[in-house]
């Protein structure tokens, strides 16, 4: 959080986001995965409700009422990072659930704020920020600002923090 607050550094951080499964997959078995050893030995996950390719279809899932792919929501995206990779604060689209799984790499660390607290993160966030609040009002779902937590749990945001391991799903609530 040194970069974030100090700004006096420059570094250079390769990251992949939003990446379409159906041109990238997934990291998770499909059912036109061919007949290679490594996807005979996926194959028993191929219908798991814990597939993420499989969660728009999933008995009870509201995303079967979905008639079209909405590329992020009824089909997932893939990310891929490096040290240093972040995502800056903000709310989901449409303040919608998400879930991320971990395929393999370093332990990724994740910060969240309650939603007892999301008024409160807000305007904090707009007093450390206010010439970007004031050119856009929806500067939060943009996904391009950071703040250290450190600098918020000042300011008495109670900010959560854990980290996701290879074979982990982290899931986050709206507001």
Excluded at 28 to 55: K, Q
Excluded at 132 to 138: A, I, M, N, S, V
Excluded at 144 to 150: D, I, K, L, Q, R
């Amino acid at each position: 959080w040194r970069v974030v607050d100090g700004g006096d550094l420059t570094l250079r951080v390769e990251y992949g986001n939003d990446l379409d499964v159906s041109s990238h997959g997934s990291g998770f078995p499909t059912s036109d995965a061919g007949t290679t050893p490594a996807a005979h030995a996926a194959s028993e996950y191929v219908g798991d409700a814990w597939n993420l390719n499989n969660f728009p279809t999933v008995e009870g899932s509201l995303l079967r009422h979905i008639s079209s792919d909405i590329s992020g929501v009824s089909a997932p995206w893939v990310y891929v990072g490096m040290l240093f990779s972040s995502f800056c604060w903000h709310n989901e689209d449409n303040y919608l659930y998400s879930i991320n799984y971990m395929h393999h790499g370093a332990p990724k660390t994740w910060y969240g704020v309650p939603g007892s607290d999301a008024l409160h993160f807000e305007e904090v966030f707009m007093k450390e920020v206010p010439d970007l609040f004031r050119r856009d009002p929806k500067l939060l779902f943009k996904i391009c600002t950071m703040v250290s937590p450190a600098t918020l749990t000042a300011q008495g945001v109670r900010v959560n923090r854990t980290l996701q391991h290879p074979g982990e799903f982290i899931v986050t609530y709206p507001q």
